[in-house]
């Protein structure tokens, strides 16, 4: 089914301006609902309309019901975990009230298919099956991760009552506009700090590893899963990369030749997490094709080029 009017929540943001493009490029009408608490205008095409609203809002039911959505993204959240740590009320009522809302709004308006933006790292945590599919069950400990959780299980009630609905649960996303204080913010900080010829700080030895994925992988992968409705995919390379490894790439490119600062490593870091994307491959015919070292090359020649 094509998508000929789409809403994506958070569409202002990193990930989901990508989207926009995507959507945009294929003819789409795209309706952005976002409150700009993080996102920018600048991250949309002039054309694309904005609504700067909060996804717990009462307003967005209404406005949804107008717009008639044949496909709603759902990216919106309150997405810092060290903040849903000092703060879960507030986590909770963005993250799980807030996608419900939207996730209410969706059906009402008649829309047929939801994707909506999880994580794979604070969902399954410290897990001795590396790669982890999504056959692990996930024990979030950060409120952030068990507020994403329920999110993703009223993704899946609403899939079972009227509103097909699938879950993508990416590893640390990196790319152009991306903001540094993201849950993969490090490229980004890496990035602009080495470029300002400014040292970057490693917590702990740097042997913490990740499954970064660019995010133009993750936006087909959005794509791809508004196709085939119905189940949690993980979105990732299957590759790890250190903090080392990640640094020593990104100052090449940079040309610089300093070496990082050590500082003490982070309470409660996850030393290994990379998913396995096996499922998202076989199911929705998706695989990432971006490897670590172009995507993080290429991040550097367009931060030159745009910061
Ligand atoms: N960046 C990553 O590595 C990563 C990894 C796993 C999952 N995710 C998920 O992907 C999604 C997008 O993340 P991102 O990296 O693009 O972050 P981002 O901060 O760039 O985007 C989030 C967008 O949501 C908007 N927003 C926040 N709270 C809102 C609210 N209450 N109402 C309306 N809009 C609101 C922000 O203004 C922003 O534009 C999030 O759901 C996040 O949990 C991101």
Redesign the pocket.
């Known amino acids: 089914m094509d998508i000929k009017r789409a809403v994506v ?9 990508h989207i926009v493009d995507t959507l945009t490029a294929k003819g789409a009408e795209v309706l952005v ?8 205008r600048d ?1 949309l095409p002039a054309n694309v309309c904005l609504e700067t ?5 009462d307003g967005v039911i209404p406005l949804m019901k107008e717009f008639r959505p044949d496909t709603v993204f ?6 810092d975990v060290r903040r849903s740590v000092d703060d879960p009320l507030f986590d909770c009522h ?2 799980v009230f ?1 996608t419900v809302n939207v996730l209410t709004a969706s059906l009402e308006s008649g829309a047929q298919r939801f994707v ?7 969902m399954y945590g410290d897990v001795d099956i590396i790669p982890t599919p999504e056959t692990v069950l996930p024990l979030p400990i950060s409120p ?1 991760g068990i507020s ?1 959780l329920c999110g993703e299980r009223y993704v899946g009630y609403f899939n079972d009552n009227g509103l097909p609905g699938t879950v993508c ?6 790319g152009p ?3 540094p ?4 913010g490090v490229v980004a900080i890496f990035g602009s700090r080495l470029l300002n010829g400014e040292p970057c700080t490693i917590f702990g030895d740097g042997t913490q590893v990740r499954d970064y994925i660019h995010v133009s992988d993750v936006a087909s992968a959005f794509l791809a899963a508004a196709e085939r409705p119905g189940g949690v995919f993980n979105i990732g390379t299957k590759v790890g990369t250190s903090v080392n490894e990640l640094y020593a790439i990104l100052a090449d490119e940079a040309g610089v030749t300093d070496g990082p600062v050590y500082a003490p490593a982070r309470k409660g870091e996850l030393q290994l997490s990379t998913l396995d994307p096996g499922l998202a491959e076989r199911t929705l015919g998706w695989k990432a094709k971006i490897g670590i070292e172009d995507g993080l090359r290429s991040y550097i020649r367009w931060l030159r080029e745009n910061r």
């Open positions: 929540t958070g569409g202002a943001g990193f990930i989901g301006s609902i976002d409150d700009l608490s993080s996102g920018k991250n609203l909060d996804v717990r809002a759902h990216l919106a959240a309150q997405m963005v993250n807030g909506m933006a999880s994580t794979g790292g604070a952030y994403k649960r990416f590893g640390n996303v990196y506009r991306q903001d204080h993201g849950e993969a």
